[in-house]
């Protein structure tokens, strides 16, 4: 190639904005494309297994960012069968070949830690016992959508305040573990209607102690948890995933402008590297709809990265860094279906489309890795 045909190609990549390098943190990003969190029910007794290194392996490329699905921190935070943890010494020893696959590709690789609260039943938890949450209430509707689930969940025990420090106590030990396990980092899952969001969100926090009431006590444990954790792990190695416009779970809030806005104050404050937040418009997870909501003001709240994630095709994603409305792209199904996605979309080549008959199959292949490139490699 020539210096001429060089400069032009180098020039083409520059009007790409995903394509735009960019600094998180101490992290040299040379993309802009994420990939999300996703749970894709391939562990076996929650531990992760070999296959997720080539999984994860194809989706890596130098200097880009991954974020790695759900991991349980604690015996009591599973809600599905076959979803990794990281509680365990067998557990962290598992995900370290995975890491490392990662890392070999020159990507930088978070681990998410999630408590799936009342999002579960007693056969995922230790002797069969009732979830933990905020609340007595049980979950009423299955994820984003309205169908009747009252047989899938149990009803959950509510956690004494006494017991919350020991619930912070288990990011923290996850978060150690995570690291040792050579991942860069680590993202609480603090949406999607989780343990965190539980406490969070007025439509199911109904606590009576200074865990629920008002936005400022809801908002205490998972801020507790995020400054605990940065503590122990650095500020600039925590990120957080938040939905508060969404209502997966059960889990919806009266006023999540002001609880978005309040986390993001919040967080600027603990100083983490990156707010991770789901669009207004997924009110369900799976079809996009318009809403009157707007994440501009918790941009503007927060200093560090941030990251959104809803549908974003490749104009949208273009359309979201050139504005500065987001730094970073998190796409799940896209880049589940298209593990080289980065370069699909600089070539704006077209698109494996997503199967969802295999999201969650517990296949080591099908489904899993073999979405084809578009070059061999
Ligand atoms: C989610 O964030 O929606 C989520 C997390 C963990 C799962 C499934 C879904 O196992």
Redesign the pocket.
């Known amino acids: 190639m020539s210096k001429k045909e060089e400069r032009k190609e180098v020039d083409e990549r520059e009007v790409i904005p995903l394509l735009n390098p960019y600094k998180m943190g101490n992290f040299d990003l040379s993309h802009r494309i994420v990939l999300a969190p996703l749970?894709r029910s391939r562990s076996y007794n929650f531990v992760a297994q070999s296959h997720a290194v080539l999984y994860y392996s194809q989706r890596a490329t130098k200097g880009g960012f991954l974020i790695g699905e759900?991991s349980g921190v604690s015996p009591t935070a599973q809600?599905?069968p076959n979803?990794p943890g990281i509680w365990t010494r067998e557990q962290l020893e598992a995900w370290k070949p995975i890491v490392s696959a990662v890392h070999e590709k020159g990507a930088i690789f978070f681990c998410q830690l999630?408590h799936a609260g009342r999002v579960s039943n007693s056969q995922y938890q230790p002797d069969g016992e009732a979830p933990i949450s905020s609340t007595e209430k049980r979950l009423r509707k299955d994820?984003g959508n309205n169908k009747a689930t009252a047989d899938r969940y149990t009803t959950p025990r509510r956690v004494r305040t006494d017991e919350v420090p020991e619930l912070v106590n288990d990011f923290v030990i996850a978060a150690k573990k995570a690291i040792e396990a050579g991942f860069d980092g680590v993202e609480i899952?603090g949406?999607?209607g989780?343990l965190l969001e539980q406490f969070l969100k007025d439509e199911v926090n109904d606590r009576d102690d200074e865990y629920g009431g008002s936005l400022e006590n809801r908002c205490r444990f998972p801020l507790q948890v995020v400054k605990a954790v940065a503590d122990e792990i650095g500020a600039d190695k925590v990120g957080i995933r938040l939905s508060p416009f969404a209502d997966?779970n059960d889990c919806g809030d009266s006023n999540p402008q002001a609880l978005g806005q309040y986390m993001a104050q919040s967080l600027s404050e603990v100083g983490i590297l990156y707010i991770h937040l789901i669009e207004p418009r997924m009110v369900t997870?799976f079809d996009k709809f318009h809403t009157k909501w707007s994440l501009t003001p918790i941009r503007k709240a927060f200093k560090g990265t941030f990251i959104v994630a809803g549908g974003y095709d490749r104009s949208e994603g273009n359309e979201a860094i050139s504005s500065g409305a987001a730094d970073l792209i998190a796409n799940g199904r896209l880049f589940l279906a298209n593990p080289d996605l980065p370069a699909r979309f600089e070539l704006d080549a077209e698109l494996n489309e997503p199967d969802p008959t295999t999201f969650y199959t517990h296949h080591p292949v099908i489904g899993y890795t073999d979405y084809p490139f578009l070059h061999h490699i």
């Open positions: 749970t759900a809600g599905y979803t999630w994820i899952h949406g999607n989780y997966y997870q």
